[in-house]
């Protein structure tokens, strides 16, 4: 019964195949809960600063300037983000001074009027105005409508920010710097680099099984072919093939792939009808390679620098050529991309960028309404803009996608005279359901088409 030990046989090397596998997820699960507790370690000393942990008290203001709270501190942050940060750091320089020991240059009663209107300061002779607008080749700052009290917040923000420094993850710090360590990234990489060897071993381990069973049973075969003593039910068995004809032959499986076939050409052709007219994912090659990533993302510029309307006007305008000269005066000044808009403010002509969200004409859409009085930020519609080299259409922006926005979205009424008896109304009739766009008529179609 030779058979029945060529099947033992085979039912063994499929045994020590599956014990191989077993093994071999079993050290792969090992080594990445190695990596993990390597990753975490539990010594603060070791990653640095633990999440959770206060940070070390920020220096007190001098003399002059009020130590603000943590609330005054995080005002003074968004302010600065939005109005400063296009032109100055707290510990760099960037268009302007460093602005990291400005309380102890200058007093508040000096700073605030500098920050509203420093072309008056400086037309007024005042000789450190002076010395800064020289300094600085004559680089206009812009006036800035704040208040004293925001105005004080943005100093707390840079008095607490000051001489922060960040020390690249696994370097140690200079000499007489508190040292920084963090063994993840390197933890990550050396169980990355086992486990790639790990998988490679394996698959090298299964191709030589399955190589080896296959010659075995090939071997085994020809052996069996000169016995004379086999039965008819051996041969048979040791003789028979898989016939593939029988699978398209079979009337089922025709019927079947026939079936799939109609219902993709179907699904393909209602959807290619129902895309009319859509340009999700639209990523037009514009006129001057402009990278929102590195300008909203790396340096943090506000969206409102350089769109100005998006608060106030029915429109998001694209930037005029002097916005991007505000900096671009003195950075890069010898980048091609920014000779490109040398050369249009030279021949006075506009840069023709391309726009990409275009609304069809019979839709009235209004920005101000949904950024100044929704509160809605730009990521809402335009995706992680932050993050996009080149921009591109994030959403759908059909009526479908706007219908279903405003049977979601909440109105923030609190405070807000207008919406009281609205509001009260509402929740007589509708009881814990919340007050939405839609509730305010935000559904209607006269509230786009008329």
């Excluded at 939005?82 to 009663?109: E, F, W, Y």
């Excluded at 001057?288 to 340096?299: C, D, Q, R, V, Y």
């Excluded at 009281?420 to 935000?442: C, E, I, M, Q, Y």
């Amino acid at each position: 019964m030779d058979s029945i030990r060529l099947r033992s046989l085979s039912r063994l090397f499929l045994a020590l195949l599956l014990f191989f596998v077993s093994f071999g997820s079993a050290v792969a699960q090992g080594a990445a809960t190695a990596a993990g507790e390597v990753g975490s370690s539990k010594n603060p000393s070791e990653v640095g600063v633990t999440p959770g942990t206060v940070a070390a008290a920020a220096p007190a203001a001098a003399a002059g300037a009020t130590t603000a709270d943590p609330a005054a501190i995080a005002a003074g942050d968004a302010l600065f983000k939005g109005n400063c940060a296009q032109c100055h750091a707290v510990n760099d320089v960037v268009v302007g001074p460093a602005l990291g020991g400005i309380t102890k240059r200058r007093p508040m009663s000096w700073i605030i009027p500098w920050i509203k209107n420093s072309s008056k300061l400086v037309a007024s002779g005042d000789d450190y105005a002076v010395k800064i607008y020289n300094q600085y080749q004559k680089q206009q700052m812009p006036s800035f409508q704040l208040s004293d009290a925001e105005i004080t917040s943005i100093v707390a923000y840079i008095t607490s920010e000051e001489g922060k420094t960040t020390v690249p993850t696994g370097i140690a710090a200079g000499a007489g710097a508190t040292t920084v360590v963090d063994g993840t990234d390197a933890a990550n990489g050396e169980a990355s680099s086992s486990m790639n060897i790990l998988l490679i071993v394996l698959v090298v381990v299964l191709i030589v099984l399955v190589v080896t069973l296959v010659i075995i049973a090939n071997i085994m075969k020809d052996v069996l072919r000169g016995r004379k003593d086999l039965d008819g039910r051996d041969v048979e068995q040791m003789e028979q093939r898989f016939d593939f004809s029988k699978i398209y032959k079979s009337t089922a499986v025709r019927g079947i792939v026939g079936a799939v076939f109609v219902l993709a050409v179907l699904y393909e052709t209602i959807q290619g009808a129902m895309g009319v007219g859509l340009t999700q994912g639209y990523q037009p090659t514009q006129p001057i390679a402009f990278s929102h990533k590195l300008h909203a993302g790396e340096n943090q510029i506000n969206c409102a620098y350089c769109h100005t309307s998006v608060y106030k006007a029915k429109s998001a305008n694209i930037p005029s050529p002097n916005i991007c000269m505000n900096c671009h005066s003195q950075i890069k000044t010898e980048s091609p991309e920014i000779k490109k808009i040398y050369r249009a403010i030279e021949r006075k002509q506009p840069i023709q960028w391309v726009r990409v969200h275009n609304l069809p004409d019979l839709a009235y859409f209004n920005h101000s309404q949904h950024t100044q009085v929704g509160g809605l930020e730009c990521q809402t519609c335009h995706g992680p803009i932050q993050n996009m080299e080149v921009v591109y259409q994030y959403s759908a922006l059909t009526m479908g996608w706007c219908i279903n926005c405003h049977r979601e979205t909440p109105l923030n009424t609190k405070g807000n005279g207008y919406y009281d008896n609205l509001v009260k109304l509402h929740d007589t009739k509708n009881g814990a359901v919340p007050f939405t766009v839609s509730s305010n008529g935000g559904t209607e179609c006269s509230k786009c088409h008329y």
